[in-house]
Structures are given as structure tokens and as C-alpha cells.
């Protein structure tokens, strides 16, 4: 199946996609601020520079988004045009994710991860109860 706009156009929709302050990353730091935590924002200093660091609790909270993670979720689609360069832009960034967390747990750090399906249009109070129990239950090393 072929693309339905340009590539000019897919392009510049493309490029519009943010890595940072994406609404679900906006959502749930809105939540985890308003019960008191307190964290860091993409900190430069420490490796891939993840989202939010909670230094007090020594952990780390990723927020991926389905599509460019690969979560395996129903907005995990591949696009049909250039199909190989998405398989390896893809692989890559499961590569890099996996090598980003070893790094932060070799340094010490817990390192949960929210995928972008678990927060949806509106945030889940069980979904924050887990973060929140990760967070502070420094014997918990996931988010589940």
C-alpha cells in the first residue's frame, strides 16, 4: 500500500512530532508533581537523557510513545513506504533503549517505563498508585 499524502508532506508531519513534552509525558508529570515529586527534566548528565530523574529516590521514569518504541500495542504500525528504512530506525531504537537503561541501572538508577497506551486520553489513578509505589518502594525495580 502506498503512502495517501506526498512526501513532502509526510515529511513536515514527521518533523511536527515532538520528543519531549509530549502530552502523555506532560500528563503524568502534572500528577506526579501535584502528589510532591519532585524530579528532573531530560538531565543532560546522565545517559540518554531520560525524561523524568527523581534523584531523592534514585529512579528513573521513561514515558514512550507506542510508535516509535515499539510497545507491540495497536499504534505500533509500520508504514508501508520505505519499509526497510523504518525496520532499521525501529531496531535501532529498541537497541538504544535497552542500552540507555543498562547504563542507568550500572550507575545505580531505577528505571521504569509508561508507555504512551498506558496514559491514553486520560491518566489512570491506578497508573499513578504504580508509578508512585515504584517511586518510593526503592526494593521495586519495574513499573507493573
Known amino acids: 500500500m ?4 506526498s512526501p513532502e508532506v ?15 509525558e506532560l500528563m503524568l508529570r502534572q500528577a506526579l508533581h501535584a502528589l510532591g515529586f519532585r524530579y ?13 530523574a527523581f534523584p531523592k529516590h534514585q529512579a528513573i521514569i521513561q514515558v ?4 516509535w518504541h515499539r510497545h507491540g500495542c495497536d499504534k505500533t504500525s509500520i508504514p508501508s513506504s520505505n519499509s526497510e528504512f523504518w525496520q532499521k530506525k525501529f531496531e535501532r531504537n529498541i537497541e538504544r533503549d535497552r542500552e ?6 550500572e550507575l545505580g ?16 489513578p491506578l497508573l499513578i498508585d504504580k508509578v508512585s509505589h515504584f517511586l518510593v518502594n526503592h526494593t521495586v525495580d519495574h513499573i507493573r
Open 109 to 124: 538508577w531505577r528505571v521504569g517505563v509508561v508507555w504512551e497506551c498506558e496514559i491514553g486520553r486520560r491518566l489512570d
Open 10 to 24: 509526510r515529511s513536515r508531519m514527521m518533523s511536527g512530532i515532538r520528543g519531549k513534552n509530549t502530552r502523555p
Open 2 to 5: 502506498t503512502d495517501v499524502v
Open 64 to 67: 514512550h510513545g507506542c510508535f
Open 100 to 105: 540507555v537503561e543498562l547504563q542507568l541501572r
Open 40 to 52: 528532573r527534566l531530560h538531565a543532560p548528565e546522565l545517559p540518554g537523557k531520560p525524561d523524568l
